[in-house]
């Protein structure tokens, strides 16, 4: 059993805010409580947002 971490950083790679899931869950479901993060915390959000898929392994 591990943890998953999704991590809100500044722009020296400093954390300050995150979510926390089990290792074993998708990424996407951390994505959106994260960005309320940066919401709150005073930035505008774009009205959509795109993402890439990870990359797989080969």
Do not use: N, W
Not at 1 to 21: D, N, Q, T
Not at 31 to 37: G, K, N, S
């Amino acid at each position: 059993m591990g943890l998953k971490r999704s991590l809100l950083v500044e722009g020296a790679s400093i954390p300050f805010e995150g979510e926390l899931a089990g290792a074993y869950r998708h990424d996407s479901p951390l994505l959106c409580p994260t960005l309320e993060r940066l919401y709150s915390l005073g930035f505008d959000l774009p009205e959509t947002i795109m993402t890439t898929p990870a990359r797989q392994a080969v």
